[in-house]
């Protein structure tokens, strides 16, 4: 982060938490990373509240860290308006918010909604025009887990084979 209206003091401060909430989630700590995120938040909407972005980007790491602490409607919350403020250029960050709520939805037993959702985030996806995207393996998985569609799984693995070969190629070429 590089912002001119706030002090070197804030900026860091802001940091430092960011730092200690992904440590918190690294550790497995969701429920006190979710308590550093929301200061997190706190923070840039008193100081950054014009950087939209900043702040949509902090409500999807607070709604993920909702999401493993399954404090299930504060996620969905949190991801529902990160995606309400990100830029409407921001599609993959869209997506992303989109599919992690189907994956709560499925997770949850809400097949329909999840479906629902998810396809949302593939159409998104696919309307960038490239078929390797990485979110579309996860749209496929959490369809497939959502529909119980043996279609959808194929395609996941057939994805996800296509995404390995693709590496494999970039690694031969790059030695």
């Known amino acids: 982060m590089d912002f001119e209206s706030i002090s070197e003091e804030d900026l860091q401060k802001i940091e430092n938490l960011e730092k200690e909430a992904s440590q918190l989630m690294l550790s497995y ?10 200061q997190v938040l706190d923070l840039k909407l008193e100081l950054l509240k014009d950087e939209k972005f900043e702040i949509a980007k902090t409500y999807a790491s607070l709604g993920n860290s909702f999401k493993e602490a399954f404090m299930i409607e504060n996620a969905v919350l949190n991801l529902n308006k990160a995606i309400e ?11 992303e918010q989109l599919i992690r709520i189907g994956d709560i939805y499925e997770k949850c037993g809400r ?35 959502a529909s119980m569609s043996f279609e959808e799984y ?6 996800l084979d296509q995404a390995e070969r ?4 970039t690694s031969e070429l790059q030695s």
């Open 29 to 38: 700590k969701y429920f006190e990373a979710s308590k550093v995120f929301q």
């Open 85 to 95: 403020l990100a830029p409407n250029e921001e599609l993959r960050f869209r997506a």
């Open 111 to 145: 097949a329909a909604e999840s479906i629902e959702v998810v396809t949302k985030a593939k159409d998104i996806l696919m309307s960038l025009g490239n078929e390797d995207e990485p979110g579309l393996i996860d749209c496929y998985l959490v369809l497939a887990n």
């Open 154 to 159: 194929l395609k996941s693995l057939e994805l």
């Open 166 to 169: 693709s590496e494999e190629h």
